[in-house]
């Protein structure tokens, strides 16, 4: 076969795995929307969502089921990015959103808006009643957000000094991450019970807190990455072949690397910030899809993203399905998922090098 006609049965096939993974997100997302602890019948969610039903079943799909679907869609398409990014740019296949300590920053500052701020020592004690009165579900994804940020800008100002070495950056990230949960630890420690319950709820990854403003502020932050990964994704597929290469084409390494890894924190920074932690989605939709379509990032960044959506879709429709009345948080089925993964990648012979 020439390269030619080589050249048009990639092509062919990566246009089929596209589709066939557009015609899955559609299914699956639709889906979802008929799945949950109502007990609704298919009949009356389908006649809530075309705007009939009682008000509580189209409250039931317009205000908890619809914001959800789309948090999944959102969320999973750029934590799955960004572990796609991180990848390439620390030259590691471990590599994760969580690799800069984003998560651990983040649920750091969420335990110090909730314990400290909200409903924990300096104010409502263990009077349930007055925390759910000082709880602001913003606040505390703000105070998430804003940590994760300053943990994203202390790693890279620090790696800044040694030129962003990528084994630098990995490790300065595990090190601040630490730090973050020393720190979470100590909170948790002097809460009362309200404030400790509420924190650990807050720290599972759950897509039910989705909201429409909340699905618009990520859809954005996610848009803006991944309009800016496509452009560069030239650049990206040439830092395959090592730093050397990039910068003989032109290719300013360092910034490339600092603006990339600055974009991918503050997706994860704003998906963890509104949803909790969901790991795991960044590494395994990252390499399945490395390991179908190889390693052009003009293809496997919108492959990642649909991968990223497609799994997280199942992992919530999966939850909800075995909450016996109440969803599982997603994060720990997404974990369960993931983690023999992991552990087939570290064992697996190209994840031994």
């Known amino acids: ?57 189209s409250r039931i799909i317009w205000k908890i089921r619809v914001p959800r679907v789309l948090a999944a869609l959102i969320a999973g398409a750029g934590l799955s990015v960004s572990g796609l990014i991180m990848q390439t740019t620390l030259n590691n296949t471990m590599a994760s959103p969580s690799t800069l300590g984003v998560s651990n920053a983040a649920v750091f500052g969420a335990n110090l808006s909730i314990i400290a701020f909200a409903g924990g020592f300096l104010s409502t004690g263990n ?59 100590i909170l ?69 690397r600092f603006v990339s890894l600055l974009l991918a924190s503050m997706i994860t920074a704003a998906c963890v910030s509104f949803l909790g932690v969901i790991g795991f989605v960044g590494i395994i939709c990252p390499h399945v899809t490395k390991k179908i379509l190889g390693q052009d990032h003009r293809i496997t960044i919108p492959v990642s993203c649909l991968c990223g959506s497609l799994l997280l879709l199942l992992a919530d429709t999966l939850s909800r399905s075995m909450g016996s009345g109440s969803a599982l948080p997603v994060g720990a089925i997404t974990s369960l998922l993931g983690a023999p993964f992991f552990i087939s990648i570290i064992f697996s012979k190209k994840g031994g090098h």
């Open 1 to 57: 076969m020439n390269p030619i006609q080589e050249m048009k049965k990639r092509k062919k096939r990566n246009a089929l795995v596209i589709v066939f993974l557009l015609i899955a997100v559609l299914i699956i997302s639709v889906v979802c929307l008929f799945i949950g602890s109502s007990n609704m019948t298919f009949t009356e969610a389908l006649n809530a969502l075309l705007g009939g039903g009682t008000g509580a079943q």
């Open 127 to 185: 009077n349930l009643n007055s925390f759910d009165v000082g709880t602001n579900p913003y606040a505390t994804s703000v105070m998430a957000f804003a940590f994760s940020i300053l943990s994203i800008l202390l790693i890279l100002s620090l790696c800044k000094v040694r030129s962003f070495s990528p084994n630098i950056v990995v490790l300065a990230g595990i090190a601040i991450g630490s730090v973050w949960t020393a720190a979470t630890t």
């Open 188 to 256: 948790q420690f002097y809460a009362t019970d309200v404030g400790l319950s509420a924190a650990v709820v807050w720290s599972f990854g759950d897509l039910g807190r989705a909201t429409y403003r909340t699905d618009a502020i990520m859809a954005v932050v996610v848009l803006i990455g991944i309009v800016y990964f496509m452009m560069m994704s030239w650049k990206y597929n040439t830092l395959l072949s090592g730093d050397a290469t990039a910068k003989t084409m032109g290719v300013n390494v360092e910034l490339l």
